[in-house]
């Protein structure tokens, strides 16, 4: 995710991320700039074409088009917008996990409460690998209640993090380290962590309709290139630049739309799961050394 500063105008306006619209849209431009001072040459010097210039219809479109922009925004901006409020309980429910270990279990089952401080530190960082489709040793701290090779191993490696953190406080019920009560309330904060991994899996693995995607595309495409069909005969060379700037408004719009609404991965938009998994696991070791 990039960091920024909102309120410099300035800088956001004339300074281009590798990220932004306008790099990534460029070939396409081109192609509409070029297409469309063709089709003036051919109208306006040759004479080859004749058109009634009109703006009507592409006034009509141009709001339809606009509604199903807007929707494409919101459904997309949804979907980010819970991933970080799923990321943002995950935090809380780890740090709470974390202050009853500390204050619930006594000092004789220290191995057991650092087993499980290093687990739930590992969580994020198995997480946000696995929205992303891999998984990343080095991020791994060792614990001796499941290895990292069996943790490379495992299909759905979160669910594996929270086995064995499962494993780890029913076996401190049965030394006596934690009492019947204790146990519920541990087990009500490894069930959030669980629901987190599955509704951010919901949202990764639950893409806009396919028809819906493919339809948009084609409306801006085909909005686009036949505007300069009604805008010749009034703007002639100057409807190449108003084309180009419209197309790049209504592109830019879907391409953000596409990013976000998968908000896990690496863009320069989606969230920032490294910087919040690296959160959590200093906040758990500070937790950890409290008496």
Same mark, same amino acid.
């Given at each position: 995710?990039?960091?920024?500063?909102?309120?410099d105008?300035?800088?956001?306006?004339?300074?281009?991320?590798?990220?932004?619209?306008?790099?990534?849209?460029?070939?396409?431009?081109?192609?509409?700039?070029?297409?469309?001072?063709?089709?003036?040459?051919?109208?306006?010097?040759?004479?080859?074409?004749?058109?009634?210039?009109?703006?009507?219809?592409?006034?009509?479109l141009?709001?339809?088009?606009?509604?199903l922009?807007?929707?494409?925004?919101?459904?997309?901006?949804d979907?980010?917008?819970?991933?970080?409020?799923?990321?943002?309980?995950?935090?809380?429910?780890?740090?709470?996990?974390?202050?009853?270990?500390?204050?619930?279990?006594?000092?004789?089952?220290?191995?057991?409460?650092?087993?499980?401080?290093?687990?739930?530190?590992?969580?994020?960082?198995?997480?946000? +690998?696995?929205?992303?489709?891999?998984?990343?040793?080095?991020d791994?701290?060792?614990?001796?209640?499941?290895?990292? +090779?069996?943790?490379?191993?495992?299909?759905?490696?979160?669910?594996?993090?929270?086995?064995?953190?499962e494993?780890?406080?029913?076996?401190?019920?049965?030394?006596q380290?934690?009492?019947?009560?204790?146990?519920?309330?541990?087990?009500?904060e490894?069930?959030?962590?669980?629901?987190?991994?599955?509704?951010?899996?919901?949202?990764?693995?639950?893409?806009?309709?396919?028809?819906?995607?493919?339809?948009?595309?084609?409306?801006?495409?085909?909005?686009?290139f036949?505007?300069?069909?009604?805008?010749?005969?009034?703007?002639?060379?100057?409807?190449?630049?108003?084309?180009?700037?419209?197309?790049?408004?209504?592109?830019?719009i879907?391409?953000?739309?596409? +990013?976000?609404?998968?908000?896990?991965?690496?863009?320069a938009?989606d969230?920032?799961?490294?910087a919040?998994?690296?959160?959590?696991?200093?906040?758990?070791?500070?937790?950890?050394?409290?008496?």
């Amino acid at each position: 995710m990039v960091a920024y500063n909102p309120k410099d105008w300035l800088k956001l306006i004339f300074i281009f991320h590798k990220s932004d619209t306008f790099r990534m849209l460029l070939p396409a431009l081109l192609l509409a700039a070029l297409y469309s001072i063709l089709l003036t040459y051919l109208s306006v010097e040759l004479h080859y074409l004749e058109f009634k210039s009109t703006t009507v219809i592409h006034s009509l479109l141009g709001f339809v088009i606009s509604l199903l922009l807007v929707f494409r925004t919101n459904t997309a901006y949804d979907r980010w917008w819970e991933g970080r409020k799923l990321w943002g309980e995950l935090v809380n429910s780890s740090r709470n996990f974390a202050l009853k270990i500390n204050t619930m279990m006594p000092n004789e089952a220290k191995d057991t409460k650092d087993n499980l401080y290093i687990l739930i530190g590992n969580f994020p960082f198995v997480l946000k +690998e696995h929205l992303r489709g891999g998984f990343k040793s080095k991020d791994i701290e060792s614990n001796t209640t499941i290895s990292v +090779e069996d943790l490379n191993l495992a299909k759905h490696k979160p669910n594996a993090i929270i086995w064995a953190i499962e494993k780890e406080i029913v076996q401190a019920r049965q030394q006596q380290y934690l009492s019947a009560e204790a146990l519920l309330m541990l087990n009500d904060e490894l069930k959030t962590m669980a629901n987190v991994c599955g509704a951010c899996e919901r949202i990764k693995n639950t893409p806009i309709p396919y028809s819906y995607s493919m339809f948009l595309k084609k409306f801006i495409f085909a909005y686009v290139f036949t505007m300069p069909l009604g805008f010749v005969f009034d703007f002639k060379y100057w409807t190449a630049p108003i084309v180009v700037f419209i197309f790049y408004a209504f592109a830019s719009i879907e391409l953000i739309a596409e +990013e976000i609404e998968d908000p896990f991965g690496t863009d320069a938009n989606d969230l920032p799961t490294d910087a919040i998994a690296l959160t959590i696991r200093t906040n758990v070791k500070e937790i950890a050394t409290f008496n």
